[in-house]
């Protein structure tokens, strides 16, 4: 398990966060005894609909996961989806007591792991990807009766040490802890282990390699895990909003703010973040532009200089300050965490293109205004994430615009997608609409703010 150093050198993430030097990052043991008395068959049910499961027993060796079963088990066929990059093998036994009792260097792992396979790790810098797995955990978690502490020990499948970078610490932290969990959190210390596989060369071969700080002839019995479903099994990309999930959505945003010392602003800042109340839609949604507020509403623009840019952003921004006062912002490896946390927990209307910065829009104070500027040619269902995410908050009211003039920046894309419909159903085309610029009709989107 890693401890993350304080110390504040090391490398730098495009999304703006500190990550910790490698030497900084030091391997321990697992600091987990064997015991055989009490270890049974592995076990498993589904929870909320079958969005997240919880497995006892659960075996790994070797880089793969494995359940225990008595011979006459029906599933001793092919392997099972653990998840979307991991299976589960059965092994079945003609006694599982004895094949506990005689499993040499073994260990047992009390309590709960939670189990997150990141099903983006070509993409580990997406900070938009992380509220995928971590909003529908604090939904199951709480529905397990698990969230008054933080969990014994969090199994991160498939990422290197050097991704798990500022911004993506805090929303662990955010996501799983409470209270004086979170003390720690900013200088580095997690409340809860992190356990990762052993690095290779190639994120791909890394899949099916051991934990570190595991021998590779050792197993591990973790006695209960939990596993959400993600997006790409058919999970949800939010918290579980059948079951109270805007309670989940605004502890994680509370959580942020308590470990940034953040207040907040505006009116409805006032209330509890926390409150299951459904007051998302109390005419203070920024949706009134010039009824003479009491103080200038605050504008963020965020832009990037890479791609997805605005190519008319003089124009959007000279009408945006129509309704307030307007920041232009990049969220970039020059700003602070902290700061992002301010400018979000600080801001009324926030405006960006569809990128990974909106991620961010998930710190707004209730009552603020979310314009996403999406493009065509996307995927239909993966354009609805941040969407999905901010209305988890229902203290927040999104719209949006879709861009129908586009810019490719390669020349390639444009001869193979630019005939396409409005809409994609392959990587390929997927990935060449994130390489885009984007002309906004600043009309349509004043209407919209209006």
Not at 309 to 335: P, Q, S, T, W
Request: aromatic share 8%; charged share 25%.
């Amino acid at each position: 398990m890693y401890e993350f150093s304080a110390d504040g050198s090391g490398v730098s993430d495009a999304s703006g966060a500190a990550s910790p030097p490698a030497a900084a990052c030091t391997v321990a043991d697992h600091s987990v005894e064997w015991v055989s008395d009490g270890i049974g068959a592995t076990t498993e049910r589904l929870g909320k609909d079958g969005k997240y499961r919880v497995i006892e027993n659960l075996w790994f060796s070797r880089g793969s996961f494995y359940k225990i079963v008595d011979s006459g088990h029906p599933e001793t066929g092919s392997p099972l989806a653990l998840s979307s990059n991991i299976n589960l093998y059965t092994i079945p036994v003609v006694d599982v007591t004895s094949f506990v009792r005689n499993t040499k260097s073994s260990r047992y792992v009390r309590g709960e792991t939670v189990l997150i396979d990141f099903s983006y790790f070509v993409h580990p810098t997406a900070i938009g990807h992380w509220l995928e797995y971590l909003l529908p955990l604090t939904s199951a978690r709480r529905l397990e009766g698990l969230d008054v502490k933080p969990p014994g020990m969090v199994l991160l499948m498939h990422l290197k040490r050097v991704f798990v970078f500022e911004w993506v610490r805090a929303a662990l932290g955010a996501a799983f802890g409470r209270g004086s969990d979170l003390d720690g959190v900013v200088s580095g210390t997690l409340p809860f282990p992190v356990i990762f596989q052993a690095e290779t060369s190639s994120v791909w071969s890394q899949i099916g390699q051991r934990l570190e700080g595991l021998g590779d002839d050792e197993w591990l019995c973790f006695e209960r895990v939990l596993v959400a479903k993600d997006v790409i099994d058919g999970g949800p990309r939010t918290a579980f909003m059948d079951e109270g999930g805007e309670r989940d959505a605004r502890q994680f945003r509370r959580n942020m703010w308590d470990m940034y010392g953040v207040a907040g602003r505006g009116a409805g800042v006032a209330r509890d973040a926390g409150d299951d109340g459904d007051d998302g839609d109390d005419g203070d949604n920024g949706d009134d532009g010039d009824d003479g507020d009491a103080r200038t509403r605050r504008i963020t623009l965020l832009h990037k200089s890479a791609n997805r840019r605005i190519r008319n952003r003089v124009l959007l921004r000279e009408m945006l300050a129509e309704f307030g006062e307007v920041d232009e912002v990049e969220l970039d490896e020059n700003v602070s965490m902290a700061t992002q946390i301010d400018i979000m927990a600080h801001t009324d209307i926030l405006v960006s293109a569809h990128t990974s910065g909106l991620a961010n829009a998930m710190f707004l104070p209730p009552g603020a205004l979310v314009v996403e500027l999406r493009h065509r040619n996307f995927l239909e269902d993966m354009e609805r994430t941040f969407e999905m995410q901010i209305k988890s908050l229902q203290d927040v009211k999104w719209v949006s615009w879709k861009a129908m003039e586009i810019v490719y920046l390669h020349k390639n894309d444009e001869r193979k997608f630019k005939a396409w419909g409005t809409s994609c159903d392959v990587d390929e085309c997927v990935e060449a609409h994130t390489l885009i610029d984007i002309v906004v009709d600043v009309d349509a989107v004043r209407q919209l703010i209006r």
